[in-house]
């Protein structure tokens, strides 16, 4: 037994060494050296032209230079075989696309009745300014259906208010009006 042990013991050594060959085999690829650049000659580099001295002039007046014109081309898409060019050029965009009302749910020369049934201050309103169908109120810009629904007010409340005066009499808060337009009436007119 004691053969097989220092067999053993001698075959130990050789995995040692065997180790040891392959930790060197590891340095061996890590220490490989890389191709290195051929060194630089004087005749691969391309000289560079010497920069010219510069000239001392004297009183040179200074030069405006105009600007150049700045030419862009434009790609233009590739085109399609059998495509006609106005097809092409429809398809682009310039801006995000505008959110839109979609399909009108009502025919443009509806009758306001027919459209607005159940609201009678509409249909009066409509009845006042003299609009019929839906193509005659599209016309109108909301400020200035606003301006003509209130000015017949505002005119019939200043006439409310002279015909009050004229009578002594006066709306809520309103006495110094009446009192301005009595003065006003009794002033003989030039």
């Known amino acids: 037994m ?5 067999v053993k013991k001698a075959a130990r050594p050789a995995k040692n060494v ?3 060959s392959s930790a060197s085999n590891v340095v061996k ?16 580099v391309a000289r560079k032209p010497a920069a010219p001295k510069p000239v001392v002039v004297k009183a040179a007046p200074p030069k405006v230079v105009a600007p150049k014109p700045v030419i862009v081309e434009v790609e233009s898409p590739a085109r399609k075989k059998g495509v006609r060019k106005a097809t092409i050029t429809t398809g682009i965009r310039d801006a995000k696309p505008v959110r839109k009302l979609g399909r009108s749910r009502i025919p443009i020369d509806a009758p306001l009745d027919v459209v ?5 201050q509409a ?12 193509r005659d ?16 007010a505002k005119l019939t409340v200043g006439r409310i208010r002279k015909i009050l005066a004229m009578n002594n009499r006066c709306l809520t808060g309103d006495e110094e009006f009446a009192l301005e337009f009595q003065e006003l009436l009794s002033r003989p007119r030039e």
């Open 137 to 152: 109120l599209e016309q109108f810009n909301p400020d200035e259906l606003v301006l003509r629904l209130t000015g017949p």
């Open 2 to 6: 004691a053969k097989k042990q220092a």
């Open 116 to 120: 607005f049934q159940n609201d009678m």
């Open 123 to 134: 249909k009066e309103a409509f009845m006042f300014l003299g609009i019929n169908s839906i």
């Open 29 to 44: 690829k890590v220490i490989k050296k890389k191709p290195t650049a051929k060194p630089v000659t004087k005749s691969s």
């Open 18 to 20: 065997a180790r040891t």
